[in-house]
């Protein structure tokens, strides 16, 4: 009775000035107006003139005006036959101002503001003002602020607006103090700790914030802990109950999950049912779950992922296997039936690339698997992604296989990339006292002006050097895969205009190269090549004593055919910073019958990647070289020897200072005895002028060991990964030579010996950025030979590790 008479007198006021009878609507007066526009109120209001209206569609037509929200007031009355409409707009926001906030930016709050319709411009209600003040606490919550406070302040201002003043007091995160799991008598509490994210608070805590009690977090814990015991046989497991409790300063948190076993449960039947229409022996080949093992839900989802990706190689891309298990109570077994429906079989209508803005459409296009108008086969798609992941031009591939609108059997396949730098640009200016001014450049491209190309072309300049190269290689020179690829070369030394009377060598070096490669499989190819080298050696005044012997026994001028034959196999997941797969290559070149040298090298290069969790990765690396001469030619010329130390090599030791050494350079009268050069190194016995301050310089060998082991992790903090890694290397080399003849000083030559390996350990970075990959080190000797040099920062522009 109290509700009826209270809505009677609410309809009373809203039609104040009303009469009681009906009248016919002549006009449409509206007062009160200041932002909102008559149209608006028109529009929403039900009555139009000519009209004739009672109360009760008066009392309707109040309603109507008050659902649009732009009003605090309303009042209708009547002028005769004209219908009176008196307004009070809702105040309008000025502006919102936040303070007190440290753990969410205010931008985010801000934007969660505008998404619950509070924003500078908008509509001022106090409902929704409590509402957004629920909101914001509700996310302070999410955080573990318990103790979180959220005061609002509308503050009046002219023209019918209003400022809003959000105080913000955070209060403390409240750190998770006990997690206690109750009825498991299977699995001890300390196996079952080990599953959730959430932690007590531990010495990591500060950086991983794992001791902060989240909603979200505790049901993924629940379901790591539910899958534990469901794949170790425990089918009737239940979580009966969970209890979350705070204290009262809101300080700590007690969690306690309650659970009910049950009994173990073996397999005792596997079946397959349905339509197969792949032969059911493939299928059964397939099946991971076997009877007798323990049930496992994961080994009965992955058979059933495994049964599905077989039918989607045959097109049956929407194919569904479900694995249904039936348990038998009276004797703990349970029988798994495959259910196999394999839907209509799927034709690929087209193949289409989002975001190559540099790479043209063709290059992606030939390393499709997958053809257009083909059966979708999920194989073909899977291996066209990952043969663009291993071009190395692209940051991340993703595909989708959307159906296409108004059929049933069609589906296109949407390759979207992410380009990235695939090449690097070096420039450097020097200056040295004895060659002057020193200008060099670089450039090295994989992806040339996103042909697919790969170039490289480098000239260096100096008073007394100038040095041209250039690379080219078409990987698709046939449009089956056979590659093709030409390089040249020149490098010219002028003494005359070189500062000084000491050098230990030079050569003038001059050439042209080809080479041919043919895929084998999908991973792996054969490459043969040709180069033409002419040398020219030039002498210093104090040459060492191993190449003074070189050029007495072999002359000073070469030509020499350098032939190679090459064999290569790749199934890395990426072309740059692979994390996934492995790789191996071995190539032989020698020279050929018409050399004047006689020589070979082969090489051996492999590496492997081992994941340990999602986001780490174990990788191990070795190279293997080994050079000699042959016919004629006694060991493989100094010029071609091997060396080691650095990037790529053995970090934490100076470029290239690992190895054997020379003797101090030595030179045979030819000049004045009391010239500047030679007056104190005159030896009036021999006759022979050495330089007394030399020292014995890294020479190289003909036996290159190097490898190492890697463990590759994210950097924390930093989102997007892609174009970075990090890793916790050891590496392990040296290079050695075999033919240790007179020439060389005791202990400056050695034969190979595992146990003059230098070994280093360091942590390393490289950055891919729009001038190439930048590699860093930090690295430790651990055993460092004798005569080695140690550099513990390194870094490289275009060379990752």
């Known amino acids: 009775m109290k509700r009826l008479l209270l809505t009677a007198v609410l309809a009373a006021l809203m039609i104040t000035e009303v009469h009681a009878e009906s009248f016919t609507v002549s006009d449409i007066r509206v007062n009160g107006l200041q932002r909102v526009s008559a149209g608006s109120v028109f529009g929403a209001l039900p009555v139009n003139v000519g009209e004739k209206v009672d109360d009760r569609q008066l009392v309707e037509a109040t309603r109507a005006l008050f659902k649009t929200g732009f009003f605090q007031d309303i009042q209708l009355g009547r002028d005769g036959d004209v219908l009176i409409v008196s307004v009070v707009e809702r105040p309008s926001i000025s502006g919102i101002e936040i303070e007190g906030n440290k753990a969410i930016k205010t931008e985010d709050l801000l934007k969660g503001l505008t998404q619950s319709g509070l924003a500078e411009g908008e509509i001022f209600q106090r409902a929704t003002l409590e509402g957004v003040r629920n909101e914001l606490h509700r996310q302070y919550v999410s955080q573990g602020r318990y103790s979180a406070e959220i005061e609002a302040e509308v503050v009046p201002q002219p023209r019918n607006r209003v400022a809003l003043k959000i105080n913000i007091n955070e209060g403390s995160v409240a750190a998770i103090q006990h997690i206690n799991v109750v009825g498991n008598s299977v699995f001890s509490d300390e196996d079952l700790g080990d599953l959730f994210e959430l932690k007590t608070t531990n010495w990591l805590s500060f950086f991983k914030s794992d001791d902060k009690y989240s909603r979200e977090k505790l049901s993924g814990d629940l379901e790591r802990l539910r899958s534990y015991y469901l794949d170790r046989g425990y089918i009737h497991?239940?979580?009966?109950?969970?209890?979350?409790?705070?204290?009262?300063?809101?300080?700590?948190?007690?969690?306690?999950?309650?659970?009910?076993?049950?009994?173990k449960y073996t397999v005792s039947d596997v079946k397959l049912s349905g339509d197969l229409k792949v032969p059911e022996q493939e299928l059964k080949a397939l099946l991971l779950v076997q009877p007798g093992q323990v049930f496992s839900r994961k080994l009965m989802t992955t058979t059933s992922e495994l049964l599905t990706r077989r039918l989607g190689n045959d097109g049956y891309t929407f194919a569904n296997v479900n694995g249904v298990p039936e348990a038998n109570d009276d004797n703990n077994t349970v029988a798994i039936t495959f259910v196999v429906d394999p839907s209509k079989r799927a034709y690929v209508n087209r193949i289409n690339f989002r975001g190559n803005t540099k790479t043209e459409d063709e290059v992606l296009r030939r390393e499709m698997r997958q053809m257009e108008d083909g059966w979708a086969s999920t194989y073909l798609i899977d291996q066209s992604k990952v043969?663009?992941?291993?071009?190395?031009?692209?940051?991340?591939?993703?595909?989708?296989?959307?159906?296409?609108?108004?059929?049933?059997?069609?589906?296109?396949?949407?390759?979207?990339?992410?380009?990235?730098?695939?090449?690097?640009?070096?420039?450097?200016?020097?200056?040295?006292?004895?060659?002057?001014?020193?200008?060099?450049?670089?450039?090295?491209?994989?992806?040339?002006?996103?042909?697919?190309?790969?170039?490289?072309?480098?000239?260096?300049?100096?008073?007394?050097?100038?040095?041209?190269?250039?690379?080219?290689?078409?990987?698709?020179?046939?449009?089956?895969?056979?590659?093709?690829?030409?390089?040249?070369?020149?490098?010219?030394?002028?003494?005359?205009?070189?500062?000084?009377?000491?050098?230990?060598y030079a050569i003038d070096s001059k050439g042209v190269g080809a080479t041919i490669g043919y895929p084998l499989t999908e991973t792996s190819r054969l490459t043969y090549g040709l180069t033409v080298q002419q040398d020219d050696l030039s002498t210093g005044s104090y040459t060492v004593q191993q190449i003074q012997d070189f050029i007495t026994q072999e002359g000073g001028s070469f030509t020499n055919f350098k032939a190679s034959v090459g064999w290569s196999d790749s199934t890395l997941n990426k072309g740059v910073l692979a994390t996934r797969g492995n790789s191996q290559s071995v190539v032989l070149q020698a020279t050929v019958p018409g050399s004047d040298l006689s020589f070979f090298k082969l090489d051996y290069r492999g590496q492997v990647f081992k994941p340990l969790t999602q986001a780490t990765t174990l990788r191990f690396h070795t190279e293997l070289g080994y050079g000699d001469g042959y016919g004629s030619s006694n060991g493989l010329p100094f010029y071609e020897n091997y060396y080691a130390g650095g990037f790529g090599s053995v970090r934490g030791f100076q470029d290239s200072s690992l190895g054997p050494?020379?003797?101090?350079?030595?030179?045979?009268?030819?000049?004045?005895?009391?010239?500047?050069?030679?007056?104190?190194?005159?030896?009036?016995?021999?006759?022979?002028?050495?330089?007394?301050?030399?020292?014995?310089?890294?020479?190289?060998?003909?036996?290159?060991?190097?490898?190492?082991?890697?463990?590759?992790?994210?950097?924390?903090?930093?989102?997007?990964?892609?174009?970075?890694?990090?890793?916790?290397?050891?590496?392990?080399?040296?290079?050695?030579?075999?033919?240790?003849?007179?020439?060389?000083?005791?202990?400056?030559?050695?034969?190979?010996?595992?146990?003059?390996?230098?070994?280093?350990?360091?942590?390393?970075?490289?950055w891919i950025t729009g001038f190439g990959p930048l590699s860093f080190s930090l690295a430790a000797p651990i055993k460092k030979p004798d005569n080695a040099e140690t550099q513990i920062f390194q870094f490289s522009l275009g060379q990752t590790f």
Request: proline share 6%.
């Open 237 to 263: 497991m239940d979580i009966t109950s969970t209890q979350v409790s705070i204290t009262p300063d809101k300080q700590h948190v007690y969690i306690t999950v309650n659970v009910d076993e049950g009994d």
């Open 661 to 766: 050494r020379s003797t101090p350079s030595r030179a045979y009268p030819n000049q004045p005895v009391n010239s500047p050069a030679n007056v104190n190194g005159y030896n009036p016995e021999t006759g022979i002028y050495t330089d007394p301050d030399q020292d014995p310089l890294p020479f190289g060998g003909n036996v290159l060991v190097q490898g190492g082991a890697e463990l590759l992790f994210p950097l924390p903090f930093i989102k997007d990964q892609s174009s970075l890694r990090t890793s916790l290397f050891l590496d392990v080399g040296n290079v050695f030579q075999t033919n240790c003849d007179s020439s060389y000083e005791p202990g400056e030559c050695s034969n190979p010996n595992l146990g003059d390996l230098a070994i280093s350990t360091g942590v390393g970075l490289t």
């Open 387 to 504: 043969r663009l992941e291993r071009l190395g031009y692209f940051k991340e591939v993703t595909v989708e296989t959307p159906k296409v609108p108004g059929s049933d059997d069609l589906v296109d396949v949407n390759y979207s990339v992410e380009e990235q730098a695939s090449g690097s640009i070096t420039a450097s200016v020097g200056f040295a006292q004895n060659a002057g001014l020193i200008l060099g450049g670089s450039i090295s491209q994989n992806n040339f002006l996103g042909t697919g190309n790969k170039v490289n072309f480098g000239v260096t300049r100096s008073e007394y050097q100038s040095a041209v190269n250039f690379g080219f290689v078409d990987p698709y020179w046939t449009v089956d895969g056979v590659s093709l690829g030409y390089n040249a070369f020149f490098r010219k030394t002028d003494y005359d205009e070189l500062n000084t009377d000491v050098s230990s």
